[in-house]
């Protein structure tokens, strides 16, 4: 299937996989395979955890990047290759040629020490505090709080930390090694972060047991599932991040994913019927194993949205498993509506509004915490601030003259 764009700029063509045609099957064959699963118009799937409503019609931009990357929303993008097949044009700056493999291969890859150790532990100390949770006091984990929804009270089972822009968050980000791993699976340099949180996952128990949610048959599921709507024509491609601020271990749950069922994805799916879960995959975890990386403090792991992953659950007595959700994707600087909301979000520490499920502490919220972070010229650049072709907007010629930017320290 052929699916082109119909943006301003350079007309693109986007093959189904990536690449060349798939030639048709002898009638025999065609008549022995399941039922074709439908071809619907490439928009991302949204797990009401993760993200927001789709606004409808959205309009496609295109990144500001040489290679062609086109966005409705700065989560999933239509590319001309996808990442699994993309070919490097520019030389690896983090990742060694077997990482890179790695990632194409099995669908993540693992940077060590992608900031500073120490600056993970820190970071971890500020979750713990901002959380208002003592580490040496288990008991104090659980204690009775108000839930404004049932959303609310999911967010508190799976660990979620209302805290976006506290200054260590933002040395995350524009760190660069960080930045440098991504501009290696986008092949691309002008990117923005994404603007999240933080997590801290206790032991899965009292009013943090997820048996308080209720499971269902199909769609979102916290153990496995994908970002993305695995049946669509054109899968877009998305890439997801986290940052472990602590050691790993097999009691404490975090991260897993199903490597195999990437590798093996076309293969697999060839194999499915019309009407399967297009984000939680039925599979034989004797064939397709579930694997949990081992991570430890500062340690970044990278996604592609066609991985199957979830979150085991903390089964240990006294662990906690920490993190900080990081990525990084094309710069949608012609977006203009969402540069703003990010840059906004940014300086007066607003909620960002880019996923309904983020909510913001109801306790005390981060703005009335802390001021507004620094910025580094990188930075700037990764949030929209600064464009990256050096057009001096409103924002950056403020910010670089100290009239915006100098609130960071206010
Ligand atoms: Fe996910």
Redesign the pocket.
Same mark, same amino acid.
Do not use: L, V
């Given at each position: 299937m052929v699916y082109t764009n119909s943006v301003p700029g350079p007309r693109v063509s986007f093959t189904a996989a990536g690449g060349p045609a798939v030639p048709s099957p002898p009638p025999d064959a065609a008549a022995r395979r399941p039922p074709a699963e439908p071809t619907r118009r490439p928009t991302a799937w949204r @797990?009401p955890l993760?993200t927001p409503p789709a606004p409808r019609r959205a309009r496609l931009h295109r990144a500001t990047t040489d290679r062609a990357y086109l966005s409705a929303d700065g989560e999933s993008y239509l590319a001309q290759t996808t990442l699994r097949e993309l070919r490097k044009e520019r030389p690896l700056r983090v990742l060694s040629e077997e990482d890179f493999a790695h990632w194409q291969t099995y669908g993540y890859v693992v940077v060590r020490e992608a900031i500073p150790a120490e600056a993970a532990r820190r970071l971890l100390d500020f979750t713990w505090d901002f959380q208002g949770l003592d580490p040496d006091r288990p008991d104090g984990w659980y204690e009775d709080r108000p839930f404004r929804s049932q959303l609310d009270r999911q967010l508190h089972v799976y660990g979620f930390v209302e805290a976006y822009h506290h200054q260590l968050l933002w040395d995350s980000r524009q760190a660069q090694r960080v930045y440098d791993a991504f501009v290696d699976v986008w092949d691309c340099e002008e990117l923005w972060v994404t603007l999240d949180r933080l997590n801290l996952n206790p032991p899965n128990t009292g009013n943090r047991d997820r048996a308080l949610i209720e499971p269902t048959e199909r769609g979102f599921d916290i153990e496995l !599932?994908w @970002?993305i709507d695995t049946t669509l024509g054109v899968p877009p491609q998305r890439v997801?991040g986290i940052i472990a601020l602590n050691d790993t271990a097999p009691e404490t749950g975090g991260f897993q994913c199903c490597p195999e069922l990437f590798r093996g994805f076309e293969r697999w799916r060839a194999a499915q019927s019309a009407g399967r879960d297009p984000i939680r995959p039925d599979v034989d975890r004797s064939e397709f194993p579930v694997v949990r990386p081992d991570l430890g403090p500062g340690d970044l792991l990278i996604w592609n949205g066609l991985l199957a !992953?979830?979150v085991a659950r903390n089964a240990s007595r006294n662990g906690v498993r920490a993190v900080q959700y990081l990525s990084m994707m094309p710069a949608l600087e012609e977006h203009e509506k969402l540069r703003r909301s990010r840059v906004e979000s940014w300086r007066h520490l607003r909620t960002p509004r880019w996923n309904r499920t983020l909510v913001g502490d109801m306790v005390r919220h981060e703005s009335l915490r802390y001021p507004t972070a620094e910025l580094t010229p990188l930075g700037e650049r990764l949030l929209g601030l600064a464009s990256w072709h050096g057009t001096q907007g409103p924002d950056t010629a403020g910010g670089r003259s100290g009239e915006p930017v100098c609130t960071a320290s206010a």
């Open positions: @797990d993760t !599932h @970002d997801q !992953h979830g």
